[in-house]
């Protein structure tokens, strides 16, 4: 009688689609905050036009919401291109998760 051994150790693979799922997790929640914040200063600017202190702090608001989102779709668009690169079958055509955003 032969001796089966199963190993059930995670491969470098595995690991790497485990963190891929949880960027695809955390960059959208990001983003909404980041859009959520944009709109926030964009009504705090407006409610507060004849204040020069509520418009600067809505225009902070507005600029660091803008280079969070430009910053967080760079990443992901980065991992997207990577993971097509480097990891090309574990794509949506062999039932992994994409990384690149699908819009249309």
Known sequence: MPLTTHTTGATLSSLVGVFLNFINTLIPLLAGFALILFLWGGVHYVYNS???KG???GRQAIIWSIIALF???SIWGILGLLTNSL???S???SGGSSVVPTMF
């Open 71 to 73: 910053v967080l779709f």
């Open 91 to 93: 794509q949506q055509g």
């Open 55 to 57: 418009r600067a702090e």
């Open 87 to 89: 990891l090309p079958g």
């Open 50 to 52: 004849s204040e020069t």
